[in-house]
Each structure stands twice: as structure tokens, then as C-alpha cells.
T-cell receptor
Framework: AQSVTQPDIHITVSEGASLELRCNYSYGATPYLFWYVQSPGQGLQLLLKYFSGDTLVQGIKGFEAEFKRSQSSFNLRKPSVHWSDAAEYFCAAQNNAGNMLTFGGGTRLMVKP | DTGVSQNPRHKITKRGQNVTFRCDPISEHNRLYWYRQTLGQGPEFLTYFQNEAQLEKSRLLSDRFSAERPKGSFSTLEIQRTEQGDSAMYLC???????????FGQGTRLTVV
């Protein structure tokens, strides 16, 4: 069965510190991969996506993610976290037909001043 | 604003009542998706339209749920005889014909009391 796992439910980092959010997927073939961010009571905003090619992808708000086929991972990183980054982050995978996303359970990021 | 629009944003209903939600996708997007998100979880796929055709339905979509997209533009999601377990955020997303990147609306939060 297709699945996406985000091992960390909560992460707390200090403002200005670096951040890495983990994501692992289990799919028959390499899926399309996405990271979304959700503020409380809001919809999902796309941060970045990986379809093919360069395994390091850049996104909005200074985020980047690296696709590692050997580890079935697509971890999200940011060199220096801002207080406004506090939110819930979701990793998602999509089959090549593009007809549905499978989401991980999310990681809630808290930022200490 | 040309994003995905969902109405209402919040709905409180008594158990057993019927509710209907509306989604207006981005105008040039022919694919439309509905997801459900319960508290503390990632979104789960419910159903998918390409133009007016409903092409896929999740097993989560019980007989009490029905979705339509009559002219391939806006979509409605109806829940009949609501139950407390239906309380969730209902998210709508749309995507372009050839692309696979989905854009999400703000969601409709349903509370069944």
C-alpha cells in the first residue's frame, strides 16, 4: 500500500537555528513528492515539489528539500528558522496519474524566541 | 483573488441534518479534488473529478456522501444524516489539465453537535 510517514509529530527549534523535517515514502515507483505548510484553521500552501531531475529542490520562504531514492526520503530543510515558520508541515506523494495525494501525518513546528 | 474558494468556512450542524459545501476551483483547472482532515491528522483523499466526471472515490466516501461537479466548474459535497464522526475540515483542491500540482482552498470546518 502507498504510504507517507513523518516520524516527528512535534519539533521545537530556536529562532535562527536550522531545521530538518523528515519524510519517508513507500510507493511502487518513485512518486511525485511535495511539501505543504498549514497555519491553524487554514488550507494548505505548497512549499516545494519534486517531479524528476535535480534531487535538491528549492521552494518558497527559503525552504529546500532533498530527494534520496536509496532512503525513500524527501526531507525538508531550512538554514535559519523565523518565528513566522511555526505551523504544521505535511509531506505528500502522488502517483504519476496525478489523481490523488497521499499525505503524511504532519509535523508541528514550534519556534522558540 | 483567483485561488480556490470554499464556502462556508465554518458550519455547525445538529446530528442527523444534511449539509452541503461548495468549492470554486481556479478557473482554468479541470481537475478538482476533495479531501477530509480530522484534528491532528493529514488530509485524506475523498474523491476526484476531471471536468464533470467523477473518476475516483475513496472508501472513506460512504453512501451518505455525494459530490457533484455539474458543469465542470464548481463542485458541491453533500453529507446526509450527519454523524459526530463527520466533524472535520473538508478541503478542496484543483489542478491544471497537464500539471500535477494541486492548489488548496481554505477549507470548510464542519462541527456536528
Amino acid at each position: 500500500a502507498q504510504s507517507v510517514t513523518q516520524p516527528d509529530i512535534h519539533i521545537t527549534v530556536s529562532e535562527g537555528a536550522s531545521l530538518e523535517l523528515r519524510c519517508n515514502y513507500s510507493y511502487g515507483a518513485t512518486p511525485y513528492l511535495f511539501w505543504y505548510v498549514q497555519s491553524p484553521g487554514q488550507g494548505l500552501q505548497l512549499l516545494l515539489k519534486y517531479f524528476s531531475g535535480d534531487t535538491l529542490v528549492q521552494g518558497i520562504k527559503g525552504f529546500e528539500a532533498e530527494f534520496k531514492r536509496s532512503q525513500s526520503s524527501f526531507n525538508l530543510r531550512k538554514p535559519s528558522v523565523h518565528w513566522s515558520d511555526a505551523a504544521e508541515y505535511f509531506c505528500a506523494a502522488q502517483n504519476n496519474a496525478g489523481n490523488m495525494l497521499t499525505f503524511g501525518g504532519g509535523t508541528r513546528l514550534m519556534v522558540k524566541p | 483573488d483567483t485561488g480556490v474558494s470554499q464556502n462556508p468556512r465554518h458550519k455547525i450542524t445538529k446530528r442527523g441534518q444534511n449539509v452541503t459545501f461548495r468549492c470554486d476551483p481556479i478557473s482554468e483547472h479541470n481537475r478538482l479534488y476533495w479531501y477530509r482532515q480530522t484534528l491532528g491528522q493529514g488530509p485524506e483523499f475523498l474523491t476526484y473529478f476531471q471536468n464533470e466526471a467523477q473518476l475516483e472515490k475513496s472508501r472513506l466516501l460512504s453512501d451518505r456522501f455525494s459530490a457533484e461537479r455539474p458543469k465542470g466548474s464548481f463542485s458541491t459535497l453533500e453529507i446526509q444524516r450527519t454523524e459526530q464522526g463527520d466533524s472535520a475540515m473538508y478541503l478542496c483542491a484543483s489542478s491544471r489539465p497537464q500539471g500535477t500540482e494541486a492548489f488548496f482552498g481554505q477549507g470548510t470546518r464542519l462541527t456536528v453537535v
